[in-house]
């Protein structure tokens, strides 16, 4: 039995409709013996931007100080196993078909969503391998995700909270915030990225009301960027530490909150040393997030030159993210002309993420996701033409590609972006 044919017997078993709840997935561990209860120390991690990024530069850190650490994140890319790291290795597909197989058993037949099973199944795999920390990204929200049946984290991290699932989490900031703080845990040190001032003030809210130290950026550690980097300041820590392997200066302030998580982690004991810390970030890897393609069929028929750079962000903050980055690329020697390859799902807002990368992009070639509800091209174009943002329709990203190159006088940079679903398909086709 293959690991696709499990999972896909495992959606059979999906509510129909997701109702944020607790209650399906605590019966089904407490019938699997709570590994929840079984972990090594936790790191749970929420917010809206920068979740998997933080996961990232923490492991990174730790691992380079020796330490064996699982982690957790969603979606995939490309192939389910990278959900699921343990102790530094993606799980295999024998005991991925194993866990899976074991939760099934135990959930005989209720309704159950995918997430929550297949968090259970993480859950047994982390409880069965010895590791130091687990870094916990949670799914969707926070007070009602699957993951915070994690009732003892040593550290909270919240990082910048924006708009997006608002069918789930209500449409204003300060609801939104509100749900991100549900993992707040009492006595336990809360680590809080670069914020708004609505969600700050509700984090601030909930953390007295459950007695939670607060390690904020701009209070209690701060970061300012320097030419070769930038500089970490708390109170009992100063580093002058390089800019992180990953592009972007929005990544200097996910390497920075993930400096201020692994202080915390140092107060409880973990041994993650300076020099660690620079080595994870100049080593770190997080796919999908402002990555130039180096290789691959697509890398292949662009004309000497050129660049191709991916990106999963699908939000309206992530388009801001990308309008900076275009700016960077504008101003440097010979800059070369920017054009976008887009898809996205129904569920987000294409207008809002497209109107800050409108006037950095000369034009746009909108794209289907396959296998997911995503704006047909013509839909997409729509949206892109509404904030002043030229697009043309097209079947797949290799079509627009060529599509581009018959139209296009090279060299030029691309940047195919809107959705991680889109991201997983072009590294799965791009080698």
Same mark, same amino acid.
């Given at each position: 039995?293959?690991?696709?044919?499990?999972?896909?017997?495992?959606?059979?078993?999906?509510?129909?409709?997701?109702?944020?709840?607790?209650?399906?997935?605590?019966?089904?561990?407490?019938?699997?013996?709570?590994?929840?209860?079984?972990?090594?120390?936790?790191?749970?991690?929420?917010?809206?931007?920068?979740?998997?990024?933080?996961?990232?530069?923490?492991?990174?850190?730790?691992?380079?100080?020796?330490?064996?650490?699982?982690?957790?994140?969603?979606?995939?890319?490309?192939?389910?196993?990278?959900?699921?790291?343990? %102790?530094?290795?993606?799980?295999?597909?024998? @005991?991925?078909? +194993? *866990? &899976?197989? #074991?939760?099934? =058993? $135990?959930? /005989?037949?209720?309704?159950?969503?995918?997430?929550?099973?297949?968090?259970?199944?993480?859950?047994?795999?982390?409880?069965?391998?010895?590791?130091?920390?687990?870094?916990?990204?949670?799914?969707?929200?926070?007070?009602?995700?699957?993951?915070?049946?994690?009732?003892?984290?040593?550290?909270?991290?919240?990082?910048?909270?924006?708009?997006?699932?608002?069918?789930?989490?209500?449409?204003?900031?300060?609801?939104?915030?509100?749900?991100?703080?549900?993992?707040?845990?009492?006595?336990?040190? %809360?680590?809080?990225?670069?914020?708004?001032? @609505?969600?700050? +003030? *509700? &984090?601030? #809210?909930?953390? =007295? $009301?459950? /007695?939670?130290?607060?390690?904020?950026?701009?209070?209690?550690?701060?970061?300012?960027?320097?030419?070769?980097?930038?500089?970490?300041?708390?109170?009992?820590?100063?580093?002058?530490?390089?800019?992180?392997?990953?592009?972007?200066?929005?990544?200097?302030?996910?390497?920075?909150?993930?400096?201020?998580?692994?202080?915390?982690?140092?107060?409880?004991?973990?041994?993650?040393?300076?020099?660690?810390?620079?080595?994870?970030?100049?080593?770190?890897?997080?796919?999908?997030?402002?990555?130039?393609?180096?290789?691959?069929?697509?890398?292949?028929?662009?004309? +000497?030159?050129?660049?191709?750079?991916?990106?999963?962000?699908?939000?309206?903050?992530?388009?801001?993210?990308?309008?900076?980055?275009?700016?960077?690329?504008?101003?440097?020697?010979?800059?070369?002309?920017?054009?976008?390859?887009?898809?996205?799902?129904?569920?987000?807002?294409?207008?809002?993420?497209?109107?800050?990368?409108?006037?950095?992009?000369?034009?746009?070639?909108?794209?289907?996701?396959?296998?997911?509800?995503?704006?047909?091209?013509?839909?997409?174009?729509?949206?892109?033409?509404?904030?002043?943002?030229?697009?043309?329709?097209?079947?797949?990203?290799?079509?627009?590609?060529?599509?581009?190159?018959?139209?296009?006088?090279?060299?030029?940079?691309?940047?195919?972006?809107?959705?991680?679903?889109?991201?997983?398909?072009?590294?799965?086709?791009?080698?």
């Amino acid at each position: 039995m293959s690991t696709d044919a499990i999972l896909a017997r495992l959606m059979t078993l999906h509510p129909r409709a997701i109702d944020l709840e607790l209650g399906r997935i605590q019966r089904l561990l407490d019938t699997l013996g709570n590994p929840e209860r079984r972990l090594p120390p936790v790191v749970h991690i929420a917010g809206t931007n920068g979740k998997g990024s933080l996961v990232a530069y923490t492991r990174a850190m730790a691992e380079a100080a020796g330490l064996r650490v699982h982690t957790y994140t969603s979606p995939h890319l490309v192939h389910f196993n990278e959900r699921i790291r343990l %102790a530094g290795t993606l799980i295999d597909n024998a @005991e991925l078909e +194993a *866990v &899976l197989e #074991e939760c099934e =058993q $135990a959930n /005989d037949g209720q309704l159950i969503t995918y997430f929550e099973i297949t968090t259970a199944a993480a859950f047994l795999a982390f409880a069965r391998h010895p590791a130091d920390l687990l870094v916990l990204e949670v799914g969707l929200g926070g007070r009602y995700d699957t993951t915070n049946v994690v009732n003892n984290p040593v550290v909270t991290a919240v990082t910048p909270i924006g708009i997006d699932h608002t069918q789930f989490l209500g449409p204003t900031l300060r609801q939104i915030a509100r749900e991100k703080s549900g993992i707040l845990k009492h006595g336990v040190p %809360a680590v809080i990225g670069r914020q708004r001032p @609505e969600p700050a +003030a *509700v &984090l601030v #809210e909930d953390a =007295q $009301a459950l /007695d939670v130290p607060l390690f904020r950026m701009g209070h209690e550690w701060r970061m300012e960027t320097r030419d070769s980097g930038f500089r970490y300041e708390s109170d009992s820590l100063a580093l002058d530490l390089p800019a992180p392997r990953l592009v972007g200066a929005h990544q200097i302030d996910n390497a920075a909150t993930a400096v201020a998580v692994v202080e915390r982690l140092r107060a409880a004991g973990l041994r993650i040393g300076d020099d660690a810390v620079r080595k994870g970030l100049a080593t770190v890897e997080w796919p999908a997030r402002l990555q130039p393609l180096v290789r691959g069929p697509l890398v292949d028929a662009l004309p +000497a030159g050129c660049e191709l750079w991916l990106d999963g962000g699908h939000n309206e903050d992530c388009g801001l993210v990308l309008a900076e980055q275009s700016r960077a690329w504008a101003r440097e020697p010979g800059a070369l002309p920017l054009y976008l390859i887009f898809g996205m799902l129904t569920t987000k807002d294409a207008g809002g993420f497209l109107r800050p990368l409108a006037r950095h992009a000369t034009s746009a070639w909108a794209v289907p996701i396959p296998d997911h509800a995503s704006y047909t091209p013509e839909e997409a174009c729509r949206q892109a033409d509404d904030v002043g943002l030229t697009c043309l329709p097209a079947p797949s990203v290799p079509d627009a590609v060529e599509d581009l190159l018959a139209n296009v006088h090279p060299p030029f940079r691309v940047l195919i972006c809107g959705s991680l679903y889109l991201a997983g398909t072009v590294l799965a086709k791009n080698g």
